[in-house]
């Protein structure tokens, strides 16, 4: 069954360094999803892409955060530097296309010491 | 905006028991509305949907029925097991704008 998969399933980093999560999506979605999950609460959406464009990033806090989806594909999320506050779930979705179900990864967890 | 308030957790339950979680919601548009299960150490997953007024979602012995003039979506399950123990989110995408945004969790554990 094909899955969304997430790399690394675990980080700690320190203050101030940087760290970088990749996702990899279900082959041929078209839209990929960045998700923070803090804990004790619902996910919230960083960044949308269609495709290799970005059409959501609201809730990025782009000084620190960025998003990259060369080629349409895979996925890269970036912090630089990291803050005791981005201690997180990181979670990518995929899906097929608007209005369709969003498949997630089993995510990213960050902590930040 | 949008937005998604559920019951406050945590949950507890004995097996076989009946459950209900509260889910109501704003938005802008005519929303879909769903629910997710997150597995102890899983990613979230799917449980079911509905995407207009009275439809009734179900899935895994799970149902849940979109009430507009309520503005609600509650989750409810006759006899729970204990591997329903998980955390459950209610979420809504609206025409347009199809990010989720989710609410902010129910954690259930079953007892045996």
């Known amino acids: 069954e094909a899955e969304v998969a997430q790399s690394p399933r675990y980080k700690i980093t320190e203050k101030s360094q940087a760290v970088a999560f990749w996702c990899d999506p279900i082959s041929g979605h078209a839209t990929l999803y960045w998700y923070r999950q803090i804990l004790g609460q619902g996910p919230e959406l960083l960044v949308q892409?269609?495709?290799?464009?970005?059409?959501?990033d609201s809730q990025l806090p782009k000084d620190r955060f960025s998003a990259e989806r060369l080629k349409g594909v895979d996925s890269t999320l970036k912090i630089q530097p990291a803050e005791l506050g981005d201690s997180a779930m990181y979670l990518c979705?995929?899906?097929?296309?608007?209005?369709?179900?969003?498949?997630f990864g089993q995510g990213t967890r960050l902590t930040v010491v | 905006g949008d937005s998604v308030t559920q019951m406050e957790g945590p949950v507890t339950l004995s097996e076989e028991a009946f459950l209900t979680i509260n889910c109501t919601y704003t938005?802008?548009?005519?929303?879909?509305l769903f629910w997710y299960v997150q597995y102890p150490g899983e990613g979230l997953q799917l449980l079911l949907k509905?995407?207009?007024?009275?439809d009734k979602g179900s899935n895994k012995g799970f149902e849940a029925t979109y009430r507009k003039e309520t503005t609600s979506f509650h989750l409810e399950k006759g006899s729970v097991q204990v591997s329903d123990s998980a955390v459950y989110f209610c979420?809504?995408?609206?025409?347009?704008?199809?990010?989720?945004?989710f609410g902010t969790g129910t954690r259930l554990t079953i007892i045996p």
């Open positions: 938005a802008t548009g005519y929303p879909s």
């Open positions: 509905a995407t207009k007024a009275d």
């Open positions: 892409f269609q495709d290799e464009s970005v059409v959501d």
């Open positions: 979705a995929s899906s097929a296309w608007v209005n369709t179900e969003a498949f």
């Open positions: 979420a809504l995408t609206t025409f347009g704008n199809e990010k989720l945004t």
